[in-house]
């Protein structure tokens, strides 16, 4: 009889879980997944990426409809109106479509899907739904949730104060939207809503939107964002918020201190950071213990200190994307099997799907230039032949390099494609590529990709274009 029930159990079924749980079975590995869940797919397929997305492709077609972007481009619809239940319909079908892949996907690779929330009752054992299981590799892929924020209690039943799940599923568009975080998710769901006709206000504590993207396109896309109608309260904290029947009154003052005010809204929308789910996990009981910051750390492979115990996604410390864990998910696996499981962390892009998109990948500007010296070429969208026949004018590419080596650090773009076009920047910057190897690769006209490389050519002073 085998010493352990399975090879690998990997507790939590998000990108980085069912990813791992997949890549161990086809090398050959006994694999469970144990996920307390209804369904697979974690936050990202369930609440997170994948409903957002629906939403922010249907409402951006709306607006489009709405505002006469199409009746410019000889599209009239006379006779339009809004369909929310429809819209949030696709929005359940795209979940519901992909999540129950995840499903197909298990039994197909014969990965054993065990429902349930697990805890470790010691190194090697977790408890699954009152059963004990064995396994010889335990990946802790448990995830992130909501941060909370003192004297503000989401809600999500009464849609009053929200966070991101509440903020997918409302019923009724509000008249104001007021975002507390002006992040990733108080921008992407800040827009669905202000497309479908909310009036959005951003309260940020710190004095600009996005942290940790580059500096100037924090400052252009917080233009933007202004121009199609987003008010901001910036340098501005919420101290406390009454939900009453109809509505909420939040209290804000100024981050440094100051004088206190009151903010009328429909319905808030809690967006100030996630945290790791590590609660209830049983870690005491194998003397793993966290960060700092309640993460667990791992070594480059993503062995935690317990032998026999590894961790990936947004449980542990980088950057809390989908594909950065899906990414961790496919190198623990091939780790556990014995191969070389390798993710480059400095080259994990990062996109925000607005309207235009916001993308960067490697370092900021600023990161760059304490480094050492470096060159900077940008162009902007306008001058870009497809951008502009499109209607899309706003947005500029940032390629930053070393001074001396030309080796690209980082690059940053906006444009209606952002998310797209990175994509190539991530892979020239995982070869090693300098500036000039982008500003003399080939790049299909009319595209958009166009203005990566006129940035790269700009990185040595020459653009054809500008
Ligand atoms: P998760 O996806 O959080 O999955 C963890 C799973 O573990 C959960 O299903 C949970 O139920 C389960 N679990 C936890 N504890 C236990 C336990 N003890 N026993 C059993 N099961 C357990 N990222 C992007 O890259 N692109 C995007 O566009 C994007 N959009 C987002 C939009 C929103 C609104 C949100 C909230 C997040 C978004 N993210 C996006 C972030 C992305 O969802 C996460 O980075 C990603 O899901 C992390 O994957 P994970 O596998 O580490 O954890
Ligand atoms: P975030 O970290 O992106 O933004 C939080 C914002 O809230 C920051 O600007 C911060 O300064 C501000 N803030 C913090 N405390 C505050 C307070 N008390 N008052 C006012 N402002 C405050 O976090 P967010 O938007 O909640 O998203 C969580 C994570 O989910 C993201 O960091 C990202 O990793 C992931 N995500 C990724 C998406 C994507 O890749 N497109 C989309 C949505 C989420």
Same mark, same amino acid.
């Given at each position: 009889m085998a010493e352990f029930d399975y090879d690998v159990l990997v507790i939590g079924a998000g990108p980085g879980g069912y990813v791992a749980a997949i890549r161990a079975a086809q090398l050959g590995l006994k694999t469970a997944c144990a996920e307390?869940?209804?369904?697979?797919?974690?936050?990202?397929?369930?609440?997170?990426?994948i409903p957002s997305k629906a939403l922010l492709h249907a409402s951006e077609l709306y607006e489009e409809a709405a505002g006469g972007a199409l009746a410019k481009l000889g599209?009239?619809?006379d006779k339009m109106s809004l369909d929310l239940d429809t819209m949030q319909g696709q929005r359940k079908d795209a979940v519901k479509g992909l999540t129950g892949g995840i499903g197909f996907l298990f039994k197909k690779n014969k990965v054993d899907w065990l429902k349930g929330l697990a805890s470790f009752t010691g190194a090697n054992t977790v408890e699954v739904a009152g059963k004990a299981v064995t396994a010889k590799n335990i990946v802790i892929a448990t995830g992130s949730s909501v941060m909370p924020l003192p004297g503000v209690e989401v809600d999500n039943r009464k849609g009053?104060?929200?966070d991101s799940t509440g903020a997918l599923e409302l019923e009724k568009v509000p008249d104001h939207l007021v975002v507390i975080g002006g992040g990733v998710i108080g921008l992407e769901l800040g827009s669905v809503w202000r497309r479908l006709g909310a009036k959005v206000t951003v309260v940020e504590y710190?004095?600009?939107?996005?942290?940790?993207?580059?500096g100037e396109v924090r400052k252009e896309a917080n233009k933007i964002f202004k121009k199609q109608g987003f008010e901001y309260r910036l340098g501005t904290k919420v101290t406390g918020a009454q939900a009453g029947k109809k509505g909420v009154t939040l209290t804000v003052e100024p981050a440094a201190g100051g004088e206190a005010e009151t903010i009328e809204a429909d319905v808030v929308l809690v967006s100030i950071g996630r945290r790791p789910n590590t609660e209830g996990l049983g870690l005491d009981k194998i003397g793993l213990e966290l960060n700092g910051r309640g993460q667990i750390e791992t070594d480059h492979d993503f062995a935690? %200190? /317990?032998?026999?115990v590894w961790a990936i996604g947004d449980?542990?410390?980088?950057?809390?994307?989908a594909h950065k864990a899906e990414d961790e998910g496919i190198a623990v696996a091939e780790n556990i099997a014995g191969l070389t499981g390798i993710v480059n962390h400095d080259v994990i892009p990062s996109v925000v799907?607005?309207?235009p998109e916001i993308a960067g990948v490697g370092l900021t500007e600023e990161a760059a230039k304490e480094r050492g010296a470096v060159k900077v070429g940008k162009f902007p969208m306008l001058a870009n032949s497809r951008a502009k026949t499109n209607h899309e004018p706003d947005g500029f590419v940032k390629v930053i390099a070393d001074?001396?080596?030309? %080796? /690209?650090l980082g690059v940053w773009i906006i444009a209606s494609v952002a998310g797209t076009m990175i994509a190539q920047a991530a892979q020239a910057m995982e070869f090693g590529a300098s500036s000039e190897d982008i500003a003399y690769t080939c790049h299909a006209h009319?595209?958009?990709?166009e203005a990566i490389k006129e940035a790269a050519m700009a990185v040595t002073g020459k653009p054809i274009h500008m």
């Open positions: 307390s869940r209804e369904t697979l797919g974690g936050t990202c397929l369930n609440v997170g990426c599209v009239r619809i009053l104060i929200v710190l004095d600009q939107i996005l942290p940790g993207m580059d935690t %200190k /317990v032998p026999g449980v542990i410390p980088g950057p809390m994307l799907y607005t309207s001074a001396e080596t030309d %080796k /690209v009319p595209t958009h990709s």
